[in-house]
C-alpha cells in the first residue's frame, strides 16, 4: 500500500510508536498514548507488556480500549489486579516507560492536567493526575505525547501534576524520586524532543515533515534547545496507515 495524506495526529501516534522498545514494560496513559501502544505492538514491537492503572497487564489489543480500566485493557491480560498492585509494581521498579499527555508541559518535562491558572481559583479546571503522577514519579521513562502550541508548551506549568525534571539536574533525585529516572522524550505535532542531559532541559531532535526549526521555536513559550544536527522524522508508512484506521481505531475516535 503506497503512503498517502495522513493528519497531524496519525504522524504523532506514528513517531511515538516508534519510540516503544520491544520486551519491555510501558505504563499506558488514556487516549493518543493507546494507539501509539497498539501500533507499536502490531509493527516493531510485538514483545512490549502494556500496563493500565486499574490492573489491566498485558491485555491482547483486538479493540482500542475506550479508556484505561475499561474491559478491553483486561483482555486475554497475563494478570488482572488493581490500582493497588500495578503502582506498587512501578514503585518496586518494574515498568520501564510510561507514555502520557498533558495540557501543559515546561522545558524540564514537568505536565499539568489539573488546572489552568491559580489552583484555588483556575481558569480551568482539568481531569487530574490518575496516575499521570506515578507514571512520572516512579517509571524509569516517560514519553510525553501532546499538541504543540505556546499555550501547551509554557516556561512554567500551572501545576505539577506529573514531574518531570522539576527544576533541573539533581531536582528529582533531591525529591526523593529515583536517580537515572524521567522524561526521554516528548511528541508533539511537530517535532520529537529530548532532555539535554547537561541541563535536563526540552531538546528539539527532529522536525515533522514539512515543519522547520523555526516553526518549532515560534510555536514553544519558552527557549528550547536545538540538538547540533536536527533530523526529519520519516512519515507515516502504508502499512502504519492501513493499521491505524482500519484495525487500531476505524471509529475515528482520536484520528
Not at 526523593?176 to 524521567?182: F, I, M, N, V
Amino acid at each position: 500500500m503506497p503512503n498517502q495524506s495522513y493528519s497531524k495526529s496519525e504522524l504523532m501516534i506514528c513517531v511515538a510508536a516508534r519510540l516503544f522498545q520491544d520486551g519491555t514494560t510501558a505504563f499506558i496513559g488514556t487516549g493518543i498514548p493507546m494507539l501509539a501502544a497498539m501500533l507499536a505492538i502490531k509493527t516493531r514491537a510485538p514483545g512490549v507488556v502494556p500496563i493500565f492503572e486499574f490492573g489491566g497487564t498485558g491485555a491482547i489489543f483486538e479493540k482500542l480500549p475506550n479508556m484505561v480500566g475499561g474491559a478491553r485493557t483486561f483482555h486475554k491480560a497475563i494478570a488482572a489486579s488493581g490500582i493497588c498492585d500495578i503502582m506498587e509494581t512501578a514503585q518496586r521498579g518494574f515498568i520501564d516507560y510510561g507514555f502520557i499527555g498533558g495540557a501543559q508541559i515546561d522545558p524540564y518535562g514537568n505536565l499539568n492536567s489539573t488546572t489552568i491558572g491559580a489552583h484555588d481559583h483556575p481558569r480551568a479546571r482539568l481531569p487530574g493526575s490518575g496516575g499521570g503522577n506515578d507514571v512520572g514519579s516512579l517509571c524509569w521513562k516517560t514519553v510525553a505525547i501532546m499538541q504543540h502550541d505556546t499555550r501547551r508548551f509554557v516556561p512554567q506549568v500551572d501545576f505539577i501534576t506529573t514531574p518531570g525534571y522539576l527544576t533541573g539536574v539533581g531536582a528529582r533525585e533531591r525529591a526523593g524520586l529515583p536517580r537515572d529516572s524521567g522524561p526521554v522524550n516528548v511528541v508533539s505535532t511537530l517535532a520529537l524532543m529530548d532532555f539535554d542531559p547537561a541541563t535536563r532541559r526540552m531538546r528539539l531532535l527532529a522536525t515533522h515533515p514539512g515543519v522547520t526549526v523555526d516553526d518549532v521555536i515560534a510555536n514553544t513559550g519558552f527557549e528550547l534547545l536545538i540538538a547540533e544536527t536536527v533530523g526529519v522524522n520519516d512519515p507515516p508508512s502504508g502499512e502504519e496507515l492501513r493499521l491505524l484506521r482500519e484495525e487500531i481505531d476505524p471509529e475515528r475516535l482520536y484520528i
